[in-house]
């Protein structure tokens, strides 16, 4: 079968996305959004300040070098890229239209760097709390709620999911569809202090 696709293919880069350099949304809007700063906020979800933080605080993980067929996607469209597929749930084929680039490479860079902002950020935002912060935790759940002892409410959830290729009933619910559980932990100030995805 991958034979016959390969033997198909017509173009090395197709010529829809061959002008993204020129075309693509990246070089129409970007520029353009950080000037405006609430329609910056609506595109991607996040203000220019914070993008700004978050592109510095992950560094070098989203640099990749050029090479001699083409030049890699700049850290600041991949992060763009992430945030607009994280904002609105556009598929990666309307982000492949849209930024002028392979629905593969959409799907790459969307997966590489949602798993840099975690390596980068969980320690920040996900870190485990210390035994002053628990008994402050505690101490918040008795003056707003009159649960005594309580560090946080648990929750769970079915996420309803395309059944991946290949996985037989593995995703395949009690609730008669396919779905992954996403488990989570909330303090009283509805702040998430710890989570599990996919148990």
């Excluded at 809007?29 to 914070?50: G, P």
């Excluded at 395949?172 to 559980?181: A, D, M, P």
Aim: charged share 25%; aromatic share 14%; with cysteine.
């Amino acid at each position: 079968m991958r034979k016959r696709l390969m033997s198909t293919r017509r173009y090395w880069v197709h010529p829809i996305i061959q002008n993204k350099e020129e075309r693509g949304q990246f070089r129409i809007l970007y520029n353009d959004l950080r000037q405006h700063k609430e329609k910056f906020f609506n595109y991607s979800r996040m203000s220019v300040n914070s993008f700004n933080e978050l592109l510095r605080l992950l560094g070098t993980r989203l640099e990749y070098q050029n090479t001699t067929f083409r030049n890699s996607v700049e850290p600041a469209e991949r992060l763009l890229v992430t945030l607009r597929y994280l904002a609105t749930g556009n598929s990666f084929a309307s982000l492949h239209y849209e930024y002028k680039l392979g629905k593969s490479m959409v799907s790459t860079i969307v997966r590489n760097t949602c798993i840099a902002i975690w390596e980068v950020l969980r320690d920040v935002v996900m870190r485990k709390p210390n035994k002053e912060e628990w008994n402050t935790k505690a101490e918040l759940f008795w003056e707003r709620c009159n649960f005594p002892n309580c560090v946080g409410a648990i929750d769970g959830k079915h996420i309803r999911i395309v059944r991946p290729v290949g996985s037989g009933s593995k995703f395949f619910n009690y609730k008669k569809y396919f779905s992954f559980v996403l488990l989570a932990v909330a303090d009283a100030n509805y702040s998430f202090t710890y989570i599990d995805i996919g148990s």
